[in-house]
């Protein structure tokens, strides 16, 4: 059997193995080494192990993320405690350090615009888009009735639902029409990823018979600008030259796309820590916000700073569509104890927790920016990590921190090279 036919023998009916066959296969495909297997089977609770069979195909094990929690943030006249699931330094401590700075002179208030996602229904070649656009429109209330009533009762009784069907067209490069039917639905407390796509599967067939024209896709947008997340951080009586920085910086960011790139990358930062730890499909949520961003036609920052008077004012606007009931959010444990921890009361809640600390992460990034510098402050957080990538012993790692950080405050940055030369030099020393 040539090695072609044997992998291909190898991977047969693969995703109907047990976790133990499936590592038996991949030993013999040369992709793991039982070392390796001996680790994924000892490195994780065999329960989790267990649970991750059940969200994706295929499992080996599991991937841990250090779980952390930001500190200090009172929003909306409340505190919280911020649970973030996040490998990169310096995230957790940036969070904190500039939510204690605006608690200590300023403050920090959200809102929601809008309470509905949206469903797309496509109809690639429309023959008659006027007559199309009258006919779904004549129909609006009845095909909304009828998907609430067939598809959606439950989530009706808890007074969501479709809410509103419009229709839209777009020109082709072929010269024919497009039209588009958008569905509008309010999902209560989930996601509604799942609900709004079943909701426009549903209409295919009562639109095709109302129309004549055929249904070529259904599908949900991720683009939800029908219900806008706000932000709002003000810090009282800043030191002007500080403020006057941060606003320059924000104002390269709205020009910019490059830059604007980078900027809501470090928004971004805040918000996808929080939607790991939920539970929530942290995917969608960039994917609308980047949309968002680009709506104008340049991709921009979707947070702007200002000096208004004496104050230093930030906004945040995007959408940030989340669930606290359902999918992951509903079984894994983590995500379970993450929401215990924020204490939401519903899904909007934790929207706007969500963006209140992609501002304040925002901030924090721009104020080192134009400060320290980000290098600088974030290898004082390094530290520790290459501290970790040695064999020092934990009475060594003591005495090179101090070293580091020393050698850091003259030359500005540092590399695990570095941190292995002052460890041999210690040993040397040691042995005299």
Known sequence: MNTQNKT????????????????????????LTPEDVDYLNHSIDPNITSLAEKFVENVI???????????????DNRDYVIPMAVEETSIIAAASRNARW??????????????????????AKVKNFTAFKEMIELNRQALMEQANKTVIPNLVARGGGVKNINVRHLLRQDGDIMAVVHVLLN??????????????????????????????????????DTKVTRAKVVLHDIDPEQGQAIAE????????????????????NGIDPILIATGNDWRAVEAGIHAFAARSGQYRAITTWRMENKDLVG??????????????????????LSLRILGVSSADELARITAAVGLVQNLGAIRALTGEGIVKGHMKLH???LL???????????????????????????????????LAKLRAEQKL
């Open 8 to 31: 291909a023998e190898l991977f047969k009916g693969f995703s109907k193995l047990t976790r133990e066959e499936r590592f038996e296969r991949l030993i013999a495909l040369g992709a």
């Open 61 to 75: 094990g599991c991937f841990p993320l250090p779980l952390g929690v930001a500190t200090n943030f009172y929003i």
């Open 102 to 123: 605006v608690r200590e002179c300023g403050s920090i208030t959200t809102e929601i615009i809008g309470d509905t996602i949206i469903g797309q229904i496509q109809i």
């Open 187 to 224: 999902p209560c407390d989930a996601m509604g990823a799942n609900i709004i796509t079943q909701v426009c599967e549903f209409l295919k067939e009562p639109i095709e018979t109302l129309t004549g024209e055929t249904v070529t896709l259904c599908i949900l947008s991720n683009l939800n």
């Open 249 to 268: 910086a924000s104002l390269f960011a709205e020009m910019d796309p490059y830059r604007a790139a980078t900027h809501n990358k470090g928004v971004l």
């Open 315 to 336: 906004y945040f606007e995007a959408p940030i569509s989340v669930g606290t009931v359902g999918g992951v959010t509903r079984i894994h444990p983590t995500a379970q």
């Open 383 to 385: 530290i520790n990590n």
């Open 388 to 422: 970790l990538a040695t064999d020092a012993t934990q009475a060594e790692q003591i005495i090179i921190k101090k070293q580091l950080e020393d050698y850091l405050s003259i030359h500005a940055k540092i590399t695990l090279s570095d941190a292995k030369n002052l």
